[in-house]
């Protein structure tokens, strides 16, 4: 059997121990220098989520421990004691001298933390806390019109945007409407930036980074959705493996993370991130979803009899190892989603065949590569790394991006939704 | 439903985690309840960390045999050493009502196996000190 392995961080004010192993007499000796280095000044949260055996000789540490620091001013919660352990502490007859929460985020609230780390098996998760007000995703246009190829003039909106918006869905840059609907594509608006893919045959991406005085540019789209509201987590991700996490992995747990942290979580969330991507896989849309060229055969374009000719799509990753800023919404699709106004959860998420299942999730996700960009130093903001990657990185490619896409680290803003309404900030 | 396993453990405590190990296994793949393989690995380590820690030398000794009966509705645990005669059951049991900072530590060990085993015996025999645990289930 392997010896008990212990892990120590700081995360916001607290000193986390995490414990994987048995806390047997072997077990406390490998950890009591651990136990020994931390700050009795501070607040300690112990992660015994993965410890299933404890004896006398592990009590024996955690009271050393309270001991310390009680005397010096810190505090000790124990978090996620197993069924045995916590008999072994009650019997013990000590379980009234700690403070003991189910679970790690419990813990950290208790403590008066709001910041808090999750362990999960695709990777680990350390969340800050943003804005407390649930946020929106905002839908303009109808999902529907794509699909069937019948986006007309009449259907076309003029969208300023700002560099606060996130944003992603079928658009073009150009003078006017009839300019640009022969060359509608995928589109993405992260960091003051719009990127798409026109359908003019080049299958190359157009990059738009406006002066920060012009705010008469006007991204022109037939469907939009973007996320409304500050972030409500900023979450920073590390994989577990090297090859990454899936996109729908990282959804899941964000998901997982959030019926934790938020009460008031409903099953769907919007997210931006600065990405370092393992393996990306996409589509793009190749021709102009307009009237003029809707499909002879009556179906949509995402019909299996049409899909090959309207999506350039891969079977294999497209890139491997790039930087990227990746915009997405996602819902739970086990959770009540009737709390939605269905018309427009309806019109921000299409099943796309090139993209294999993600059980139980909905994604819509895209995204802009870059050449590999280094990061900034720490502490890092989701804001700033994303604004030094538009305004220094090389520009390499944008998709549409399915759920098996791999990412290795993230910084993720992640907005908690509360509803899905029509776009608030159209100027047609 | 009836089965022995022995070991020897030689006086250190990775040994002891090695042995319960193998306990641990031995016990279920003989179906014992979960509740009750934890008692007997509880048991094993706060008996044997105690006579590793006070009576046993193990430069001269030729260790600690431990046997392990799982039966239909109990397990057994036989813990053997030629150490100098202690009775580990004769210490007194800590106050475990008076407040933390005022407590002394010792004897916690065998405070968990009088709360979490339904038997435990001392015997002196020859030169041997023998202790019998049981934890019932149904």
Known sequence: MSDLVISTEKVGSVSLLRLVGRLDAHGADVAEPSFQAIDYKSAVVIDLGGVPYLSSAGIRLFVALQKNLQSQGGKLVLAEVQPYCRDVLKVSGLDQFFTIEETVTRAFLELGERNAVFHRPVGRFVCHRGAECLGSIEVL?????????????????????????????????????????????????IGGTMVWLPTD????????????DSDSVLIRTGFNVSLAGDFNDYVEFEAAADKGATLAEIYESLMAIARERRPDFRGAIGLAMRAEVGELYGCGVVKSPIAANAPENGKLITDPENYEQWFEYDQTPRLRDVSALICGIGVDQSADLSVFDAEYLNSAFYINPGNADSTGLKLHNHGVCFRPFPLGEKPWSLEREVQNIVNEGDFVDMRHLFDRTTIQWALIGVVYVEDFRPDSSQSA | MAATAAYTIQGTLPELSRVAALMTSFLEEQETPPAAVFAANLALEEIVTNTIKYGLFPEVHPGISITVHALADQ????????????????????????????????????????????????????????????????
């Open chain 1, 141 to 189: 246009g109808d999902i529907g019109n794509v699909l069937a190829s019948r986006v007309t003039p009449a259907l076309m909106v003029g969208k300023k945007f700002s560099s606060k918006e996130y944003s992603i869905g079928l658009g073009a840059l150009g003078p006017s409407d009839e300019d640009v609907l022969p060359l509608l594509g995928e589109m993405i608006t």
């Open chain 2, 75 to 138: 397990v057994e645990l036989v813990i053997e050493d030629e150490a100098a005669a202690f009775d580990p059951f004769a210490m007194e049991t800590p106050d475990t009502s008076i407040p933390l900072a005022e407590r002394q530590v010792g004897g916690l060990g065998i405070h968990l196996i009088r709360n979490m085993l339904d038997t435990f015996s001392y015997e002196r025999s020859g030169k041997r000190n023998i202790i019998r645990l049981t934890k019932r289930f149904s």
């Open chain 1, 201 to 212: 045959g080049n299958d190359t991406p157009d990059f738009l980074v406006p002066r920060q």
